[in-house]
């Protein structure tokens, strides 16, 4: 398998400006989760979907933020609009819990920086 | 509420060297899951062991080994005869059955191995 995907794997981009990630999981998960790291708050949950269906979103940031899964092999995060506070590391991650595979497999990560 | 804690920030030993990275975690949940993972300078989330609360036993994979104890909430890890590649931010982290599959992840610790 070709593990968690993900890009771009850089973003550059101005105050203001929309910035979607996407995500592709590993093939037959069910669980996908969005994770943001920072220096200052280190690794922390943004959002999770069980079958395209989001769970919780309660890490979600602000309205700014939003996401979504129209179907089991995608996802996107999408930032509008952009702050330099946003700059981190996104990362997506799934796995198969209810296929007793409870370990989830990250994705190389997108490094943002909005200047 | 789960919480996991990695007391050391940073350690530094010389190559060979064995080293221990402290787990401390926090859950009400009788069913839970521990994980190691490792992040190398290049950034990715490298996934090293995953254990449930049911499972006591300690494990060894060829030089990391990792020692959980439910009566001390302690789940560490040790590498034995240090070697630069491991040079990384090891993260511990935890997850209960009833929030779902979310993981809290520690702060992390930096490992440097010098040569």
């Known amino acids: 398998d070709a593990g968690v995907i993900q890009s771009p794997r850089h973003e550059v981009t101005e105050m203001g400006q929309e910035v979607t990630l996407r995500c592709k999981p590993i093939?037959?998960?069910?669980?996908l989760f969005w994770y943001r790291q920072t220096m200052m708050r280190g690794l922390e949950l943004l959002i999770y979907?069980?079958?395209?269906?989001?769970?919780?979103d309660s890490g979600m940031p602000e309205d700014r933020f939003s996401a979504k899964m129209p179907n089991a092999s995608f996802s996107t995060l999408k930032i509008q609009p952009s702050e330099p506070r946003d700059s981190a590391v996104y990362f997506c991650?799934?796995?198969?819990?209810?296929?007793?595979?409870?370990?989830?497999?990250f994705g190389p990560g997108t490094r943002l920086l909005v200047l | 509420a789960q919480k996991v804690t990695q007391a050391q920030t940073e350690i530094s030993v010389v190559e060979k060297e064995d080293v221990t990275l402290d787990c401390v975690y926090e859950?009400?949940?009788?069913?839970?899951?521990l994980f190691w993972y490792k992040q190398p300078p290049s950034g990715e989330l490298v996934f090293l062991i995953r254990r449930n609360s049911f499972d006591e036993q300690n494990e060894i994979s060829g030089r990391y080994s990792w020692n959980f104890q439910k009566s001390t909430s302690s789940f560490n890890f040790t590498i034995t005869a240090s070697q630069v590649v491991d040079s990384a931010v090891y993260f511990c982290a935890l997850s209960e059955e009833t929030s779902g599959s979310r993981l809290t992840f520690g702060e992390g610790t930096q490992l440097t191995v010098n040569p």
């Open positions: 991650a799934s796995s198969s819990p209810t296929s007793g595979e409870e370990t989830q497999y």
């Open positions: 093939s037959g998960h069910d669980y």
């Open positions: 979907f069980n079958n395209n269906v989001p769970i919780d």
């Open positions: 859950t009400r949940d009788t069913t839970y899951y």
